[in-house]
């Protein structure tokens, strides 16, 4: 992966992807982020852009630790979680790098930071 990727977020132990609501159920209910299964997995409210937060010119990979920030397409919003681990999409202007960073990590292991990690 490198910055500018758009992807799907699988869980691992399910055929369901990382979604927003649809429009129909309320704004405040797509300020949400929650796993699904079926046609969304085909639908763009499922796709997110990887926008890592130290710009590489030279297009590098993505590397284990690197810090980045997840964009949904179709709204803009940022994903991010809150103190209590529940994830929202947030506005761009309302999303800081305490809530909205995130990095890959080759542990599961827990260490003291303010980023939430895939691993």
Not at 67 to 86: A, E, P, Q, W
Request: charged share 25%; net charge positive; aromatic share 10%.
């Amino acid at each position: 992966l490198t910055g500018g990727h758009v992807l799907r977020l699988f869980h691992g132990h399910m055929d369901e992807c990382l979604a927003i609501p649809t429009p129909e159920e309320g704004e405040e209910k797509r300020r949400t982020a929650h796993y699904e299964g079926g046609a969304v997995c085909s639908q763009a409210r499922s796709l997110w852009r990887l926008e890592p937060l130290r710009i590489s010119w030279s297009g590098s990979h993505m590397k284990w630790g690197v810090s980045f920030r997840i964009r949904h397409i179709t709204t803009g919003r940022y994903l991010c979680m809150d103190d209590d681990k529940v994830l929202m999409v947030v506005d761009p202007e309302k999303a800081n790098t305490k809530m909205s960073a995130f990095c890959f990590r080759i542990s599961k292991e827990k260490v003291c930071t303010n980023l939430f990690l895939f691993a």
